[in-house]
Structures are given as structure tokens and as C-alpha cells.
């Protein structure tokens, strides 16, 4: 599932160049196209782990499975900016309970030491999908053209429903090839069908911090998402199948990021018992390192230079990408849908704001230095805050203060 919702959401990026051209849109425009998405999903993030806590992730995510995949297929019957925007708008309702859904079926399916390694597989098949996105779109588009890029991926994504509605089971003791020793490794609280009303307060408090994080976090990830193609295209004049080779190289690392980042944080929690530790630090690293890497990339100018800079900045980004969704699971695991959704309702902000401000930055300054440097300086920030991020202060069970 991971894998393919990146493929819907990043393959505008791809076929940006050639939406672009074929509908007359400007940079600024295209802009505002790329962060329609990120509208919805910015403020379904919580409603929709509402409503996996309370219903179950298995009705939830065929609900919007089905939605973006239909999504999908209308992107490419988009006629101009309007029918385009509003397609993309679809796709963000649709997936904007997708990740807060599978962390509250993660939350019943795996022991705390090893939720980090749960997120880090998970998201990186997603980030496999940002990697394979603009190979595959490309070679779509050359076989045929963008508009069937998006038809072939939308029937990909109702596919994947049928098969979720088949296989997945709320309560793992309802799954036929459950044994007894692999519940014993789950709690009282996975084996159970409990759902206790969500204690907003207390929650809130211990989210919103990591909330901040995620923030600066996703405003760097949405630039690699939509504009990268694009960067290589523009600033170092490259055909639509080099910029794709050299856009799915840099995101190749987030897919070794996203492994290493959730098995370190589980090993660190294993060896130390510190989820502080385990957590905060690999939160701190990752985004420091992401922006140290970033920062060479304003002042060099070489193809080969400035694409390693950036897979070693994606790399040490998604190093947090995991830990990130494991945090909601250690601070409330009875309402992980909906501290999962908090969560990445930062993500989702920045899809709105960093995609259009991005393209914005370009078209004033004519240059791609100003939208990096301020990305970078974000990441600064979020560095930061992540030391007041503490994953240790749990809720109580069933939400009892």
C-alpha cells in the first residue's frame, strides 16, 4: 500500500514537464496544482485516524483505497488547472487516512521493540515507490502519453483494495494463520478489541512537538516530491528520461534511509531501554544531517556533485521518517490512528505551503537557491525541536490519566 500511494501521489512530478506544456500552465500555477493534494490530506490526517481507531483499519483503508484509485484514473482525463486541481484534491481526501490507518494496524500487529523496524519496511516501499515513480511514468509516457500514465496506476490502486479487503484481519487473533506463540508477543491491549474515547487534552500535549518536527520534516520530503524532476529539467537542461534516471537515483536513498533509521532506533531501544534514546536521537541526526548535505547544494553547480549531495540529504531525511510514525504508537497506543494522524497533519501542512511557496521562490528569484536555503534553514529548526520531543511520556492505558 506504501508503495503504491507514493507512486499516485509523486507521478504528477514526473509528468509535470509535459502537464505543464500540454495545459499552458505557469511555474506558479503548477505549484498550486502540486500542493492541491496535500489540502485534504493535511486535514484528514486526524479524522481519518478517528476513524481507524474506531471503526478498524480494514473497512477504513478500502473506503479510500477505492476513492484514490478513482482519483487517480481522473487525473488523467484533466482538461485544465480546474479539472486538474480538482482530481488532485480527490487523491489527498483519498489518502489522507491511508498512513494514520496502517499505523493503528501496525499498532495491533507488532511488539514495541519493533515498530521502528515496522515503519522503517513500510515507508521504505514508499519511498521505493518515489524511486521507481519517474522510471515508470516515463516509460509510460513514451509508450503512450501522461494521460495513461495515471489510468494504468488508479486500476494499480483498486487492485491492491481488493486484495487488502481479502487478506487483512483487525484482530490478529481473527487472522487463520495466527499461532498462539506469536499472540503471546502482543499485549493485552493488541490481543483485545477495545476502543476507549480518545483523551484529547493529554494527547494533544505530548503530540504537538512532534507535530512541529514532522512540519519542517515534510516540507524538505514535498520538494523532493514534486519539484526534483523538475530542478534537474530546468537547471541543467536534461530530457525527460535523464531527469528521471537522476531523480530515481536520489530517491533510491531514501528506500536505505528509511531501513536503516527504524533498525538502529529498535536496536538503540533493545540495548539502552531508553525510548528517549532511541527515538530523539535519530530524530536529531537525521535532520541535522539532512541539512548539512543540503547546504552545498546552493553553492555548487555540478551535475554529479549536487546529485550525491542530495541523495546523502534524502538518505539522512529519512532517517526520521520512521521514527516519526513509531512515536505515536509509544506515546498512545489504544489511539495510534488518531496520534498518527496529529502527527502527520505537519506533513500534510507542508504539502500545502511547500510546493507552491517552492515553485513561487523560483519564478521571483529566477534561481533554485533561495527555495533550497530556506528548506535547509527549516531543518535547522526542526533538528532543534526534536530535543523536546519525548516519546516517553505515555499515555496511560485505555486513555486513564
Given at each position: 500500500?506504501?508503495?503504491?500511494?507514493?507512486?499516485?501521489?509523486?507521478?504528477?512530478?514526473?509528468?509535470?514537464?509535459?502537464?505543464?506544456?500540454?495545459?499552458?500552465?505557469s511555474?506558479?500555477?503548477?505549484?498550486?496544482?502540486?500542493?492541491?493534494?496535500?489540502?485534504?490530506?493535511?486535514?484528514?490526517?486526524?479524522?481519518?485516524?478517528?476513524?481507524?481507531?474506531?471503526?478498524?483499519?480494514?473497512?477504513?483503508?478500502?473506503?479510500?483505497g477505492?476513492?484514490?484509485?478513482?482519483?487517480?484514473?481522473?487525473?488523467?482525463f484533466?482538461?485544465?488547472?480546474?479539472?486538474?486541481?480538482?482530481?488532485?484534491?480527490?487523491?489527498?481526501f483519498?489518502e489522507?487516512?491511508?498512513?494514520?490507518?496502517?499505523t493503528?494496524?501496525?499498532?495491533?500487529?507488532?511488539?514495541?521493540?519493533?515498530?521502528?523496524?515496522?515503519?522503517?519496511?513500510?515507508?521504505?516501499?514508499?519511498?521505493?515507490?518515489?524511486?521507481?515513480?519517474?522510471?515508470?511514468?516515463?516509460?509510460?509516457?513514451?509508450?503512450?502519453?501522461?494521460?495513461?500514465?495515471?489510468?494504468v496506476?488508479?486500476?494499480?490502486?483498486?487492485?491492491?483494495?481488493?486484495?487488502?479487503?481479502?487478506?487483512y484481519r483487525?484482530?490478529?487473533?481473527?487472522?487463520?494463520r495466527?499461532?498462539?506463540?506469536?499472540?503471546g508477543?502482543?499485549?493485552?491491549?493488541?490481543?483485545?478489541?477495545?476502543?476507549?474515547p480518545?483523551?484529547?487534552?493529554?494527547?494533544?500535549?505530548?503530540?504537538?512537538?512532534?507535530?512541529?518536527?514532522?512540519?519542517?520534516?515534510?516540507?524538505?520530503?514535498?520538494?523532493?516530491?514534486?519539484?526534483?524532476?523538475?530542478?534537474?529539467?530546468?537547471?541543467?537542461?536534461?530530457?525527460?528520461?535523464?531527469?528521471?534516471?537522476?531523480?530515481?537515483?536520489?530517491?533510491?536513498?531514501?528506500?536505505?534511509?528509511?531501513?536503516?533509521?527504524?533498525?538502529?532506533?529498535?536496536?538503540?531501544?533493545?540495548?539502552?531501554?531508553?525510548?528517549?534514546?532511541?527515538?530523539?536521537?535519530?530524530?536529531?541526526?537525521?535532520?541535522?544531517?539532512?541539512?548539512a548535505?543540503?547546504?552545498?547544494t546552493?553553492f555548487?553547480?555540478?551535475?554529479?556533485?549536487?546529485?550525491?549531495?542530495?541523495?546523502?540529504?534524502?538518505?539522512f531525511?529519512?532517517?526520521?521518517?520512521?521514527?516519526?510514525?513509531?512515536?505515536?504508537?509509544?506515546?498512545?497506543?489504544?489511539?495510534a490512528?488518531?496520534?498518527?494522524?496529529?502527527?502527520?497533519?505537519g506533513?500534510?501542512?507542508a504539502?500545502?505551503?511547500?510546493?507552491?511557496?517552492?515553485?513561487?521562490?523560483?519564478d521571483?528569484s529566477?534561481?533554485?537557491?533561495?527555495?533550497?536555503g530556506?528548506?535547509?534553514?527549516?531543518?535547522?529548526?526542526?533538528?532543534?525541536?526534536?530535543?523536546?520531543?519525548?516519546?516517553?511520556?505515555?499515555?496511560?492505558i485505555?486513555?486513564?490519566?
Amino acid at each position: 500500500m506504501y508503495f503504491i500511494t507514493y507512486l499516485d501521489r509523486v507521478n504528477i512530478s514526473t509528468a509535470a514537464p509535459h502537464i505543464r506544456h500540454d495545459l499552458a500552465l505557469s511555474n506558479t500555477q503548477l505549484g498550486l496544482v502540486l500542493s492541491a493534494f496535500a489540502i485534504p490530506y493535511a486535514f484528514f490526517q486526524v479524522f481519518g485516524g478517528f476513524l481507524a481507531d474506531r471503526y478498524g483499519p480494514r473497512k477504513l483503508l478500502c473506503a479510500v483505497g477505492v476513492v484514490w484509485g478513482l482519483s487517480t484514473v481522473a487525473t488523467g482525463f484533466a482538461s485544465g488547472m480546474v479539472t486538474l486541481f480538482a482530481a488532485r484534491l480527490a487523491l489527498g481526501f483519498g489518502e489522507g487516512a491511508a498512513f494514520p490507518g496502517a499505523t493503528q494496524a501496525m499498532s495491533r500487529w507488532l511488539p514495541a521493540d519493533q515498530r521502528g523496524f515496522g515503519q522503517g519496511i513500510t515507508h521504505a516501499f514508499a519511498r521505493l515507490g518515489n524511486a521507481v515513480a519517474p522510471l515508470a511514468v516515463a516509460g509510460l509516457i513514451a509508450l503512450f502519453d501522461w494521460r495513461a500514465a495515471f489510468w494504468v496506476l488508479g486500476v494499480l490502486s483498486l487492485g491492491w483494495t481488493v486484495l487488502w479487503a481479502r487478506t487483512y484481519r483487525d484482530r490478529p487473533a481473527d487472522h487463520p494463520r495466527m499461532t498462539e506463540t506469536e499472540l503471546g508477543e502482543l499485549s493485552a491491549g493488541q490481543r483485545a478489541d477495545e476502543r476507549p474515547p480518545v483523551p484529547w487534552g493529554p494527547l494533544l500535549r505530548r503530540i504537538l512537538p512532534l507535530t512541529f518536527v514532522d512540519f519542517t520534516y515534510g516540507w524538505m520530503l514535498w520538494v523532493y516530491l514534486t519539484w526534483i524532476p523538475s530542478f534537474f529539467a530546468g537547471s541543467y537542461g536534461l530530457r525527460l528520461q535523464q531527469f528521471a534516471l537522476f531523480s530515481a537515483l536520489v530517491l533510491c536513498a531514501g528506500v536505505v534511509g528509511d531501513m536503516v533509521g527504524g533498525m538502529v532506533s529498535d536496536t538503540l531501544l533493545r540495548r539502552t531501554g531508553s525510548l528517549r534514546i532511541a527515538r530523539r536521537s535519530v530524530l536529531v541526526a537525521g535532520l541535522l544531517g539532512s541539512f548539512a548535505f543540503i547546504v552545498p547544494t546552493l553553492f555548487v553547480h555540478r551535475l554529479g556533485v549536487v546529485t550525491v549531495c542530495l541523495a546523502l540529504a534524502f538518505f539522512f531525511l529519512e532517517l526520521t521518517n520512521p521514527v516519526l510514525w513509531s512515536i505515536p504508537m509509544d506515546v498512545a497506543p489504544d489511539h495510534a490512528g488518531t496520534a498518527g494522524g496529529l502527527m502527520n497533519t505537519g506533513f500534510g501542512l507542508a504539502g500545502v505551503l511547500s510546493p507552491a511557496v517552492f515553485g513561487f521562490l523560483v519564478d521571483r528569484s529566477g534561481s533554485w537557491v533561495l527555495p533550497f536555503g530556506v528548506s535547509a534553514g527549516l531543518l535547522a529548526v526542526g533538528g532543534l525541536v526534536s530535543l523536546r520531543v519525548d516519546p516517553a511520556n505515555k499515555l496511560p492505558i485505555s486513555g486513564v490519566r
